[in-house]
């Protein structure tokens, strides 16, 4: 990704650590590249006197931002190659506030399917620390880590998943203390076996370089250290009381030091002829995406992030206009955002676009080429920052003959302190020709604690039914949040069923259809349609899970409509856990038309998380029923969302999908034994209190017939196949108007018009329920749209062993229509009334 100085500039005859150098007797010895990375500097700390100045970090020195991310993508990689697949999947990255916040989160690009977590110094009122530590040579020490998932940072081993490796990043590695008392810290609370210590240059003196090994070997932890140059300083004696000298002669001697640094806070700008105010550029930071890792950054928002930078970066550029050489200043910790801005408007851009951020590290300039730190900015504190008021910084930006700088803060910095006359915003208006301003929207992690009344009465309803005991699928695939009605006899004759059904005798939720046992031919030709559409489905799976992943996670809980949801949402569970390493919760619930969903159901996921998190899965639209069902039901609950995401969407009637073309999904070519051997779902007073799950019955006795596993495990071998594309997808839909247009509604009250049949509800729209009319109800006939294909082979047979017409029409939004004949008696079934046969 990215490459070394070298590579990409020319390299200054004179380093830029002479100058210190020279007058403290300093040493830098090490790597060939050693030099080309480093620059020295002083510091007013009473810690350390010099400072070591990457010139690949993006920090202190202007640089290509292609080359920043490249760095740290790169030890990424090596990272990757050092773990295996395998842990990489695991491991979370923790980077280190505040200079490497970006270097951190590009390591964990570079691993490509970490989670990303790093330090702040920026208490977050509702978060609870999860851990601390300080820094010892810093200018201000104490780190606190605030991820937004409590579960994040536990790392030990279980009966059914290994230790979680823990990679942690720095800007340098010289004593070795600041890991030490991470890792310590950490231990103590969530012990693991494996650490990988990652920084761009490994600077530990002699006496220094055992400690690691033999911290690793006191905690019982393997420790690792990718780093990508190696050296050391060699400080003579006195070195700190001279540097504090050598600091104090040249902030006190006029003419010594840059000619561009100015005046600490309280000061006005120098006055430099009328410049333009500051345009604010509106970037669509997408809704819900993090700002950074201070919370944690999952691979989902980063697919997120990754879909939306060309966008934000055209705004940017349409804002520059012709500007030539760019500079883009993040703020502090906030690195990661601005960063990945600078790499897209490189692609957008012929101008020369440089990265560096603010920072609240005190650091002597001079003017001199043998020095890193040629000028700097004052200005005041623009966060409300938690130890108070206090100066910031921005090195090597005056001067440096940029023509536009592009700013970017979070909300929490757009304060009247970074406008004010003396804010960073006039500071930069000094010395450049426009100023931008890009602001990233703070993110704060939404309270997701239910009350004590919530918990208590939660606490009285069952937990989840899982497998082996109630269904054929593994216990982690799904919780179902329902009453086993295993024991009781619900099924009645198809026949019996619709008469009470359209007589009003009966709702279809009080019973359940006989289960269709499918004949040799009927199974030979699920097997086939599976074949011909596993990487079909795949790939629409994958399509609808990284939506619902970069606009409702980090981490969303799936809530599938049994039963048909189902086996969708464990094949989202399946895809979200291959590509992102992630085990999202998944539960099944009931919804039934008319009578809305299980309200216990509801409590109970309340209770146990966030209603916000929660998103509804189901198979397949038809003309939207369910859909408008659930909006209406979950009026009476705060907090859930009722978009459903669905596989396929033909009828237009949600804005997440997996595909809106209507195909044959082959789970809805059977009943129970392609659905973990669960019947529909059952609501009968009689059976279901108050406080009761809806109820469902596992078929165990139909174990010889069942293919749900083997449904799941051939699409879920299609997902690396599908990648690739369901990137592209994915990209496009985030991108796209995807708002529901009910063309499928709209249909289906012209066909039950056309028909005679007025009842919207007797029209079934779609391959999926035109399958489950031929299934569950008497049909009366099918309506196929001309030049279907094989998505409709089951159909056929299933029509032709009911005697039911199939006709053919030209104008049909979807590939098929099932019609249930209408007032129904008894032994009706086709257009001619004739007794079915009972199949």
């Known amino acids: 990704m ?72 790169e030890l990424g990689e090596r990272v990757r190659d050092l773990l295996g697949e395998a842990e990489a999947r695991r491991a979370v990255v923790l980077g280190y506030a505040e200079t490497a916040t970006g270097l951190g989160h590009a390591v964990a690009d570079g691993l490509g399917v970490a989670t990303y977590l790093h330090s702040t110094r920026r208490p977050v009122a509702g978060v609870a620390p999860a851990g601390g530590f300080e820094e010892a040579h810093s200018h201000a020490t104490s780190h606190l880590l605030l991820p937004e998932d409590p579960d994040l940072l536990t790392g030990a081993a279980t009966a059914d998943s290994p230790s979680t490796p823990l990679v942690l990043v720095d800007d340098e590695f010289s004593t070795g203390n600041t890991v030490l008392n991470t890792i310590r810290d950490l231990h103590a609370r969530y012990p693991r076996e494996r650490y990988v210590v990652v920084t761009l240059v490994d600077m530990r003196s002699e006496a220094d370089q055992g400690r690691l090994a033999e911290f690793a070997e006191e905690i ?64 669509g930071w997408p809704d819900g995406l993090p700002d950074g890792g201070r919370h944690g950054f999952t691979p989902v928002h980063r697919a997120a992030l990754e879909a939306a930078l060309p966008d934000m970066a055209a705004r940017i550029a349409d804002a520059l206009g012709d500007a030539r050489r760019v500079l883009v200043l993040g703020f502090e910790e906030l690195m ?43 200005f005041p504190a623009h966060d409300d920052p938690a130890d108070g008021p206090g100066d910031r910084y921005a090195y090597n930006v005056a001067g440096a003959g940029f023509d536009a700088v592009v700013a970017v803060v979070d909300s929490a910095a757009d304060t009247a302190a970074l406008h004010a006359p003396d804010g960073l915003l006039a500071r930069l208006a000094a010395h450049t020709d426009q100023v931008l301003l890009a602001v990233v929207p703070s993110y704060t992690p939404p309270p997701a604690l239910p009350s004590t009344l919530e918990r208590q009465e939660a606490s009285m309803l069952p937990e989840p039914l899982r497998g082996p005991a109630f269904s054929s699928y593994a216990a982690d695939d799904v919780g179902w949040l329902l009453q086993d009605l295993s024991d009781t006899v619900l099924e009645a004759p198809t026949e019996e069923r619709e008469e009470a059904i359209q007589s009003g005798g009966a709702h279809y939720a009080e019973s359940l259809p006989v289960e269709y046992q499918p004949t040799p031919q009927y199974q030979e030709l699920f097997k086939a349609a599976l074949d011909s559409s596993a990487a079909r489905i795949a790939r629409a799976v994958g399509t609808v899970t990284e939506t619902v992943l970069a606009e409702r996670g980090p981490r969303p809980v799936l809530v599938s409509l049994a039963r ?19 085990d999202l919760p998944h539960y099944a619930v009931s919804i039934v038309r008319g009578r809305g969903i299980d309200a216990n159901a509801l409590r109970w996921l309340a209770a146990h998380h966030d209603p916000a998190d929660v998103v509804f899965v189901d198979g397949w639209t038809g003309k939207g029923a369910i859909t408008r069902e659930l909006a209406a039901a979950l009026e009476e609950f705060d907090g859930f969302n009722p978009e459903i995401a669905v596989l396929a969407d033909p009828g237009g009637c949600v804005g997440t999908y997996g595909t809106r073309e209507d195909f044959l999904i082959p789970s809805a070519c059977l009943n129970s034994t392609v659905s973990g051997l669960i019947s529909r779902t059952v609501l009968r007073s009689d059976l279901v209190g108050p406080d009761d799950f809806h109820g469902a019955k596992f078929y165990r006795e139909l174990a010889d017939s ?14 690396d196949e599908v990648a690739d594309a369901v990137d592209s997808d994915a990209k496009e839909m985030l991108a796209a108007d995807r708002a529901p247009t009910w063309e499928g509604w709209a249909a289906v009250e012209r066909i039950s018009e056309e028909y005679g049949i007025h009842d919207v509800n007797l029209v079934k729209p779609g391959v999926g329920e035109t399958t489950r009319v031929l299934l569950r109800r008497v049909p009366w006939k099918i309506l196929a749209k001309r030049g279907a294909g094989s998505d409709l082979d089951h159909v056929r047979l299933l029509a032709e062993q009911r005697g039911v017409p199939v006709e053919e029409v030209g104008e049909l939004p979807y590939t098929c229509v099932g019609l249930i004949h209408p007032k129904f008696t008894r032994g009706a079934t086709g257009a001619d009334g004739k007794a079915v046969t009972g199949q």
């Open 336 to 378: 990661y955002a601005p960063l990945r801005l600078g790499t897209a408007l490189e692609e957008a851009t012929t101008a020369d676009v440089r990265y560096s951020t603010t920072t609240r590290s005190p650091v002597l300039a001079v003017d001199d080429p043998g020095y890193a730190i040629r000028t700097r900015l004052i």
């Open 2 to 73: 990215g490459g070394h100085a070298t590579e990409e500039e020319a390299v200054d005859v004179k380093w830029s650590g002479d100058w210190v150098a020279e007058r403290l007797g300093v040493e830098l010895v090490g790597d060939g590249e050693l030099r080309e990375l480093l620059g020295l500097a002083l510091r007013r700390n009473p810690k350390r006197a010099h400072l070591l100045v990457s010139n690949v970090l993006g920090k202190h020195v202007p640089q290509r931002p292609s080359l920043v991310y490249g760095a740290g993508f």
């Open 706 to 719: 069942d293919v749900s596993a083997f449904f799941l495990d051939t699409v879920a071998a299609r997902f």
């Open 220 to 283: 019982g932890a393997r420790v690792d250290l990718v780093a990508r140059a190696r050296g050391t300083v060699r400080l003579p004696e006195g070195v700190l009381e001279k540097g504090r000298a050598l600091v104090a002669a040249h902030e006190e001697a006029p003419g010594t030091v840059a000619a561009h640094e100015e005046t600490p806070s309280g000061g006005a700008a120098a006055p430099r002829g009328a410049r333009p105010a500051p345009v604010r550029v509106e970037l």
């Open 564 to 582: 048909a949801g189902t086996p969708v949402g464990v094949l989202m569970r399946r895809w979200a856990q291959h590509r992102h390493g992630l």
